[in-house]
């Protein structure tokens, strides 16, 4: 009997192919300007700048927590801010190293109906949270755009750093890829009305959560400019905004797992291309980020393990 192969979806291929060419993309950057360039920069920051940064991303995460919390409390009142606190901090810890088909919206709801609340209701309060969360963010979009139009030469600024990620992708054929995701666009979209249905009746609750969201908004915006004016390459607050939700939404686009080097690489060309930073200080701020969100996240590893039996199943 002849073995049957084990077909690798596109799109998870497409996933780890983009992942790895992001990443060697950093690399490649990070050895442009010389680790010892990039220590150099970090030393100028200061102790009491890195204590409040980190101050300001647990305070960001606190009010991610409590953005789910009042969505969910809405609907299952019996829903508690130690469930939103530790299911939050556990899908944020899950990012960083499982599979997209396993991200941290799915240990959330796995949590959730391991702590007994309703499953519906819970996948609802997660698609309304995200959803309120890029509302949040797409306020903002509009002051990034307008940097991207002022710019005289974004295309070839774009196009340079994208040519490594692009031809990492090229050999897969994108047709089976673009069909998956035009049916997870359909399926997410009638989750979307469903889910907003329930809220929709309860403005009250979805400015509540959109006001968390600012907060964490803030937080993050103020991390930005405690690290670039360390630095000694000051971007205005207010530019500082429009120029993340541009990264924001450029790692939603689904080529890498949790926008591993994507991230990295829009941070980069975003504060350095359309912010006027130096690219030195820009790639140093997105290596910062990324460590900030990672070292955040570490308290998900004491909840975590008793939830992954939930999500296996």
Request: proline fraction near 4%; glycine fraction near 8%; charged fraction near 15%.
């Given at each position: ?77 019996e829903a508690t801010i130690f469930d939103a606190l530790r299911l939050t901090f556990a899908g944020l810890f899950a990012n960083n190293f499982l599979p997209s088909t396993v991200g941290g919206d799915v240990v959330r709801l796995a949590g959730a109906v391991q702590a007994g609340y309703d499953g519906a209701i819970s996948a609802a309060s997660l698609i309304v949270d995200r959803l309120v969360g890029m509302f949040g963010m797409a306020l903002t979009l509009p002051i990034g755009l307008y940097r991207v139009f002022l710019n005289s030469t974004p ?159």
């Amino acid at each position: 009997m002849a073995e049957k192969r084990t077909k690798i979806p596109v799109y998870s291929l497409i996933r780890w192919v983009g992942t790895i060419s992001a990443i060697v993309l950093v690399v490649y950057l990070l050895n442009k300007q010389g680790w010892e360039q990039i220590l150099s920069v970090v030393r100028q920051i200061g102790t009491g700048r890195f204590v409040l940064a980190i101050v300001l991303v647990v305070v960001s995460r606190l009010m991610m927590a409590g953005r789910w919390y009042i969505l969910l409390r809405s609907s299952e009142g019996e829903a508690t801010i130690f469930d939103a606190l530790r299911l939050t901090f556990a899908g944020l810890f899950a990012n960083n190293f499982l599979p997209s088909t396993v991200g941290g919206d799915v240990v959330r709801l796995a949590g959730a109906v391991q702590a007994g609340y309703d499953g519906a209701i819970s996948a609802a309060s997660l698609i309304v949270d995200r959803l309120v969360g890029m509302f949040g963010m797409a306020l903002t979009l509009p002051i990034g755009l307008y940097r991207v139009f002022l710019n005289s030469t974004p295309l070839a600024a774009v196009a340079s750093p994208s040519v490594p990620l692009a031809a990492g992708l090229l050999p897969v054929s994108l047709r089976e890829y673009w069909e998956k995701i035009l049916s997870r666009v359909r399926s997410l979209l009638r989750r979307v009305v469903q889910a907003l249905a329930l809220w929709m009746r309860r403005p009250r609750t979805l400015l509540g959560s959109l006001l968390f969201t600012g907060l964490h908004m803030a937080c993050l915006f103020g991390i930005i400019w405690l690290f670039l004016t360390g630095m000694n390459d000051p971007v205005p607050y207010w530019l500082i905004g429009g120029l993340w939700s541009l990264v924001y939404f450029v790692t939603l686009i689904p080529v890498s797992i949790n926008g591993l080097g994507v991230q990295e690489v829009a941070i980069t060309f975003a504060f350095s291309t359309l912010g006027g930073a130096s690219e030195q200080s820009s790639l140093t701020l997105a290596l910062l980020i990324r460590t900030l969100f990672i070292l955040a996240s570490l308290p998900g590893a004491i909840f975590l393990p008793g939830i992954l039996p939930e999500v296996k199943k």
